[in-house]
């Protein structure tokens, strides 16, 4: 049995969890999420619980058990609390300004960056270097936020650029500067 699989998952009180036979709805205060499970899963509801069995004993029923396990505690959680990831940016004249509802980055190219936001996805500027992503879709806003990062990934060399908040980038050592081919 699952490890993941088998934990039930908790429904808060302001939280509406639908169950059509595999597609599961999950409507709270942040937004509305719904999903198609696959057939080798079953959800069920009992009081404020939700629980997650497998129909079979066979290796992809047992693949997708946590996956889904873990998919319907990611819609409740967000559309109850919701997500958010945090960006830094690091170098001389960069910085992130946020102009309606757009998120606008200044990463030194000849013209600056807009990014639109997708639908339940709101952005935070802090300090001009520091970008918020929040939204209730998780997947959403994980990519939201990598599509941010990829305007400008971290360099090895100074470390500058865009990354996620606590992310170490391995730095290289460079030139020396002295010596080399005659």
Same mark, same amino acid.
């Given at each position: 049995?699952?490890? =993941?699989?088998?934990?039930? =998952?908790?429904?808060?009180?302001?939280?509406?969890?639908? #169950? +059509?036979?595999?597609?599961?709805?999950?409507?709270?205060?942040?937004?509305?999420?719904? $999903?198609?499970?696959?057939?080798?899963?079953?959800?069920?509801?009992?009081?404020?619980?939700?629980?997650?069995?497998?129909?079979? +004993?066979? $290796?992809?029923? $047992?693949?997708?058990?946590?996956?889904? $396990?873990?998919?319907?505690?990611?819609?409740?959680?967000?559309?109850?609390?919701?997500?958010?990831?945090?960006?830094?940016?690091?170098?001389?004249?960069?910085? /992130?300004?946020?102009?309606?509802? &757009?998120?606008?980055?200044?990463?030194?190219?000849?013209?600056?960056?807009? #990014?639109?936001?997708? +639908?339940?996805?709101?952005?935070?500027?802090? &300090?001009?270097?520091?970008? #918020?992503?929040?939204?209730?879709?998780?997947? =959403?806003?994980?990519?939201? /936020? /990598?599509?941010?990062?990829?305007?400008?990934?971290?360099?090895?060399?100074?470390?500058?650029? #865009?990354?996620?908040?606590?992310?170490?980038?391995?730095?290289?050592?460079?030139?020396?500067?002295?010596?080399?081919?005659?």
């Amino acid at each position: 049995m699952s490890r =993941i699989g088998k934990r039930p =998952i908790t429904v808060p009180a302001k939280v509406q969890v639908t #169950i +059509d036979g595999t597609k599961v709805a999950v409507k709270g205060p942040k937004g509305e999420l719904s $999903r198609q499970l696959p057939a080798n899963v079953t959800v069920t509801q009992e009081g404020d619980t939700l629980q997650v069995t497998r129909r079979d +004993d066979t $290796r992809t029923s $047992r693949q997708l058990h946590g996956l889904s $396990r873990t998919l319907v505690a990611n819609m409740v959680e967000g559309v109850s609390q919701g997500f958010q990831r945090r960006l830094e940016i690091q170098g001389v004249g960069y910085r /992130a300004a946020v102009q309606g509802r &757009n998120l606008v980055l200044n990463m030194g190219y000849s013209h600056q960056v807009q #990014i639109e936001p997708p +639908d339940g996805i709101q952005f935070a500027v802090e &300090n001009n270097t520091n970008v #918020i992503v929040t939204g209730y879709d998780k997947e =959403i806003v994980g990519n939201t /936020a /990598a599509k941010i990062r990829a305007v400008r990934p971290p360099e090895p060399y100074k470390g500058k650029g #865009i990354r996620y908040a606590g992310e170490v980038v391995r730095r290289k050592a460079g030139k020396t500067g002295k010596g080399g081919k005659k």
